[in-house]
T-cell receptor, first 112, second 114 residues
Framework: QQQVKQSPQSLIVQKGGIPIINCAYENTAFDYFPWYQQFPGKGPALLIAIRPDVSEKKEGRFTISFNKSAKQFSLHIMDSQPGDSATYFCAALGGSQGNLIFGKGTKLSVKP | KAGVTQTPRYLIKTRGQQVTLSCSPISGHRSVSWYQQTPGQGLQFLFEYFSETQRNKGNFPGRFSGRQFSNSRSEMNVSTLELGDSALYLC?????????????FGEGSRLTVL
């Protein structure tokens, strides 16, 4: 009930490609879904977040798609760049869950 | 504005010892959360403190404990260290807690237990 399942574990794309990272959750009380980006040697940093009252949110080259009925959400990175190479974590929060529950992360590598 | 500061950044301990990690949150932030990060388990929530009170606790044994001081600085302690405690320990601060928005993470304290 409290898990957030993230896939794939790792992803390699060419520069300009559109990597897609998927997450699924079970707890229907979750109402806040952020994505965090982590570079080696650094802590995670908030990239973009969505609430379930919208199906899509864009910020620059990053887009979250949200499917409430399927209890799934995904991150798309348009025109990916080598500088986007990092580990991406989805997370969820809400209901009686007062702390962020993170997926296990996706290591993205964007080749030049 | 200074970010979240964690000390020490790296440390090596042996089994059975104890360790104390420190976190200074962003000025004005009253909530501090701690996470354990390992390659196999990802980011796992340890506990959250708000105004010196533990408000939330994850599913870790009692060997893991924490506290928060009146200036919002926080410490976590791990006693009787085990090999499996080797991990990156991340501290995150926020103005009012995770329910109210973004967590700001420090760079972590990397603990190696030999």
């Amino acid at each position: 009930q409290q898990q957030v399942k993230q896939s794939p574990q790792s992803l390699i794309v060419q520069k300009g490609g559109i990597p897609i990272i998927n997450c699924a959750y079970e707890n229907t009380a979750f109402d806040y879904f952020p994505w965090y980006q982590q570079f080696p040697g650094k802590g995670p940093a908030l990239l973009i977040a969505i609430r379930p009252d919208v199906s899509e949110k864009k910020e620059g080259r990053f887009t979250i798609s949200f499917n409430k009925s399927a209890k799934q959400f995904s991150l798309h990175i348009m025109d990916s760049q080598p500088g986007d190479s990092a580990t991406y974590f989805c997370a969820a929060l809400g209901g009686s869950q007062g702390n962020l529950i993170f997926g296990k992360g996706t290591k993205l590598s964007v080749k030049p | 504005k200074a970010g979240v500061t964690q000390t020490p950044r790296y440390l090596i301990k042996t089994r059975g010892q104890q360790v104390t990690l420190s976190c200074s949150p962003i000025s004005g932030h009253r909530s501090v959360s701690w996470y354990q990060q390992t390659p196999g388990q990802g980011l796992q929530f340890l506990f959250e403190y708000f105004s010196e009170t533990q408000r939330n606790k994850g599913n870790f044994p009692g060997r893991f404990s924490g506290r928060q001081f009146s200036n919002s600085r926080s410490e976590m302690n791990v006693s009787t260290l085990e090999l499996g405690d080797s991990a990156l320990y991340l501290c995150a601060s926020s103005p009012g807690g995770p329910l109210l928005g973004e967590l700001f993470f420090g760079e972590g304290s990397r603990l190696t237990v030999l």
